[in-house]
């Protein structure tokens, strides 16, 4: 079975304080099939999230290739990047990112509305999957009116909403307290399921890494197989 994202050498290198070049990702390999979840693990400062920012197409490698479902990132300029993002990929935040003013509703609708959905079309679909996360009786909420929990059941809806092939979770569940974390993962490896959406998940939760399918370390700007919770460093 082909890959569904591959990322061949990747490396990511940023101007440090002293003015001197930092390597923070060190050619990077990574494939990831449809309907597959893999965890990255990592110490802090390891380079997680910025490799998850080249995987969106959030921000371009110094070198190596990122491909998508066939379209490499290289070849596309910063508006067909934003078309692939709002086509193909999903994102999930440890900080939700709802847009303040909006009603969870509608900033669920908000990904189809871009992509030009018919409005009609675009609700039934995002309260379809807020009734899924357990939001249906706080559509017409805004986020200030939701807790830490309902905020980001509300982000996961919003990443699958427009039904990505693959979803970016950078700590989803790093600002949760324990059973809100729970719950969440719960929803979250459901949905995955049920959409057979491929998902890259950064995170420091072993109990959500114990139940991906693949685990890697990244360390010193390089990813490693990792076998179980058990055998991460």
């Known amino acids: 079975m082909n890959a569904l994202l591959e990322a061949r050498g990747i490396r990511k290198v940023f101007a440090g304080g002293d003015g001197q070049p930092l ?4 050619g990077v390999d990574l494939d990831v099939r449809r309907g597959e979840l893999i965890a990255v693990v990592g110490a802090s400062g390891a380079g997680k999230s910025t490799l998850l920012h080249l995987l969106g197409a959030l921000d371009r490698s110094t070198s190596g290739d990122v491909w998508l479902d066939g379209s490499r990132y290289a070849d596309l300029d910063p508006a067909g990047l934003a078309e692939l993002r709002n086509r193909k990929l999903g994102f999930v935040f440890q ?18 509305l871009i992509a030009g959905l018919p409005e009609r ?6 309260e379809e999957l807020l009734s899924e ?14 807790s830490g929990g309902e905020q980001q059941r509300c982000a996961v809806a ?6 990505p092939a693959l979803v970016l979770a950078d700590e989803p569940s790093g600002n949760l307290d324990h059973a809100n974390s729970e719950r969440l993962h719960e929803i979250f490896f459901r949905l995955v399921r ?5 998902v890259v998940v950064v995170t420091h939760n072993r109990q959500l890494a114990a139940r991906a399918d693949r685990i890697q370390w990244l360390e010193d700007g390089r990813l490693t197989a990792v076998r179980s919770v058990e055998a991460i460093p």
């Open 23 to 26: 390597e923070v990702l060190r």
């Open 95 to 112: 900080f939700h990112h709802l847009l303040r003013e909006f009603t969870a509703l509608e900033n669920v609708m908000m990904p189809l």
């Open 121 to 126: 079309a675009a609700r039934s679909r995002a």
């Open 133 to 146: 996360v357990g939001l249906a009786g706080r559509m017409t909420h805004r986020p200030v009116e939701l």
């Open 158 to 163: 919003r990443a699958l909403v427009h039904d």
């Open 194 to 198: 049920e959409f057979e959406t491929a």
